[in-house]
């Protein structure tokens, strides 16, 4: 099955500075990749998400890039912002069958800093 | 409106008691899930539905047990409840299988004394 590996597991960075989370996956029928937010006693909420069809999206200050051949994909996050203080969760799946899974990563809880 | 809800928000009980969780979309969803996430807040599947179908069932012990009434509701029962089961269980939904983005309910916090 497929393993889905995040680091880093926690990540302090200060307001204004970038943020990056990287996660390989096992998979390489695995096509369809999305991030999650999750803030503290909340439930998991869809940020950003990308198919094997494209190497890079972005939306404002959130940017995932995808590389295929290294099964590996990030999100970067500009600007931060303390709202953006949170755990961000990766995930990968295959698209359609009877097996159709998000497999997530373990979690990186980024703190900003004021 | 809340789109996927779950009742109870809380659930505290005795070791060896039985208990259930709803949960309902109002998104006109075709697939629905329920998903554990433990004190290291790892995310993993249970059960997925499609159309009342079950179609994923994750090394689960039996004494979890899913039920779809229809497509629009998931419940999940758990017998002899154990000090193991202490964790917050996400209900989910998404527009069918494949390249879809799954939305969460707001979980439900079960612990066990």
């Known amino acids: 099955g497929e393993n889905v590996e995040q680091h880093p597991s926690t990540l302090s960075v200060q307001e204004g500075d970038s943020a990056v989370i990287k996660c390989t996956y096992s998979?390489?029928?695995?096509?369809?990749f999305p991030w999650y937010k999750q803030e503290l006693g909340k439930r998991p909420q869809l940020i950003i998400d990308?198919?094997?069809?494209?190497g890079e999206k972005k939306d404002q200050r959130i940017a995932v890039t995808l590389n295929k051949t290294a099964k590996h994909f990030s999100l970067h996050i500009t600007e931060t912002q303390p709202e953006d203080s949170a755990v961000y969760f990766c995930?990968?799946?295959?698209?359609?069958?009877?097996?159709?899974?998000?497999?997530f990563g373990k979690g990186t809880l980024l703190t900003v800093n004021p | 409106d809340t789109a996927v809800s779950q009742t109870p928000k809380y659930l505290v009980t005795q070791m060896g008691n039985d208990k259930s969780i709803k949960c309902e979309q109002n998104?006109?969803?075709?697939?629905m899930y329920w998903y554990k996430q433990d004190s290291k807040k790892f995310l993993k599947i249970m059960f997925s539905y499609n159309n009342k179908e079950l179609i994923i069932n994750e090394t689960v012990p039996n004494r979890f047990s899913p039920k779809s009434p229809d497509k629009a509701h998931l419940n999940l029962h758990i017998n002899s409840l154990e000090l193991g089961d202490s964790a917050v269980y996400f209900c989910?939904?998404?527009?069918?299988?494949?390249?879809?983005?799954?939305?969460f309910g707001d979980g439900t916090r079960l612990s066990i004394l």
């Open positions: 989910a939904s998404s527009p069918g299988q494949g390249f879809r983005a799954q939305h």
């Open positions: 990308i198919r094997s069809n494209v």
């Open positions: 998979d390489s029928a695995s096509n369809y």
């Open positions: 998104l006109g969803h075709d697939t």
């Open positions: 995930a990968a799946s295959t698209s359609g069958g009877s097996n159709y899974k998000l497999t």
